[in-house]
C-alpha cells in the first residue's frame, strides 16, 4: 500500500482565500483530501466551513489560491463542469423542487450531470433513480411530493441528488442538523455505506459523536476570527467544543 504521504490528494486546496467586501471569510486555507477516505471538517459557526465548500463545489470562486481535482486546475471551472468532473455537495438546507416528486427531483440531477451521450432514455432514467433511491432507503417515496417528507427523509433526498450525479467526491454539509439521535445514525449509516462503495466522502458536522464515528481523518476549521469576537461555542459537556474528544488528532487549517 501508498503510505497516506505519497498518495495523490483526490482534491488539493491550496492557500485558498475567499473574501466578502472587506470581510475575510477564508485566509490563507489549504486542505488535502485523499481519494476513498472519510474526511471530517469541523469548527464553530460562522469560521467559513460552507464557504469553503463553495469553493470546492464552484458555487463560488476563490480569489486567491487553487482548487485541484484529481489533478485538474478547477479553481475558475463553475458549478455545472466541476459537478461533471464528479463534484458533488448536499446543501445546508434542503432545497428540493416542491412541486415535484422525490423520483423527478433526482431526475434533474441526473439530467444537470449527463454530459452528451450520456443523456438516457426515460425507462434507463427510472431504473437509475430508482436504484439510488433504494440505496438511500427513499424508494417507497419515489412518487410522493417532497412536501410529504420528514426532516430525516430530506436530508437523504439531498444526499440522493448529490449521488444522481455520480460523484467521485460527495461533501456533505451539516446533513444532521436538528435531528434526533437515531435519525443521525440513519444518515450516518447512508455516509458510511457510500463511503464503502468507493466515494471520497467530506463530512461537514457539528455533531461530534457522528464526526467521531465518521472520519477517518479529521481538520479543525478554527476561527482565526475567534479572538476578535466571534467566540467559542461550547462542545459536549460544556467543554469548549475542540477540547470535548481529547483523543481527537486536531491539525489546523491556519496557522495560529
Ligand atoms: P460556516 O459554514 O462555517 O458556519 P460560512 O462559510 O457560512 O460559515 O460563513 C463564513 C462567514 O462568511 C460568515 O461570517 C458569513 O456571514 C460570511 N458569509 C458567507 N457567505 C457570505 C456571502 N455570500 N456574503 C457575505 N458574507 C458571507
Ligand atoms: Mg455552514
Do not use: Y
Request: with cysteine; aromatic share 4%; net charge neutral.
Amino acid at each position: 500500500m501508498t503510505p497516506p504521504e505519497l498518495e495523490v490528494p483526490l482534491l488539493r486546496i491550496d492557500a485558498v482565500t475567499k473574501r466578502f467586501g472587506g470581510f475575510v471569510a477564508l485566509d490563507d486555507v489549504s486542505v488535502d483530501i485523499r481519494p476513498g477516505e472519510r474526511f471530517g471538517l469541523i469548527g464553530p459557526n460562522g469560521s467559513g466551513k460552507t464557504t469553503l465548500i463553495n469553493c470546492i463545489s464552484g458555487a463560488m470562486h476563490a480569489e486567491v489560491g487553487t482548487v485541484v481535482f484529481r489533478g485538474e486546475d478547477i479553481t475558475q471551472l463553475p458549478a455545472h463542469i466541476r459537478t461533471r468532473r464528479g463534484i458533488a455537495r448536499s446543501f445546508q438546507i434542503p432545497r428540493p423542487f416542491k412541486s415535484m416528486t422525490v423520483a423527478e427531483n433526482l431526475m434533474v440531477a441526473l439530467d444537470f450531470a449527463a454530459i452528451g451521450d450520456d443523456f438516457v432514455v426515460a425507462a434507463q432514467r427510472r431504473d437509475t433513480v430508482m436504484s439510488i433511491l433504494t440505496q438511500t432507503g427513499l424508494a417507497a417515496k419515489a412518487d410522493l411530493s417532497t412536501t410529504g417528507l420528514s426532516q430525516v427523509e430530506l436530508r437523504k433526498m439531498e444526499l440522493a441528488r448529490a449521488m444522481a450525479t455520480h460523484p467521485k467526491l460527495l461533501i456533505s454539509d451539516e446533513a444532521m442538523a436538528g435531528l434526533s439521535s437515531s435519525e443521525v445514525d440513519e444518515v450516518l449509516d447512508l455516509l458510511i455505506k457510500l463511503a464503502s462503495q468507493g466515494i471520497t466522502i467530506i463530512m461537514i458536522e457539528h455533531i461530534m459523536q457522528a464526526v467521531m464515528r465518521f472520519s477517518q481523518r479529521r481538520q479543525d476549521h478554527r476561527d482565526r476570527r475567534a479572538g476578535r469576537g466571534h467566540g467559542q461555542p461550547a462542545g459536549a459537556g460544556g467543554l469548549p467544543w475542540h477540547l470535548a474528544s481529547p483523543s481527537m488528532t486536531l491539525m489546523r487549517v491556519t496557522a495560529p
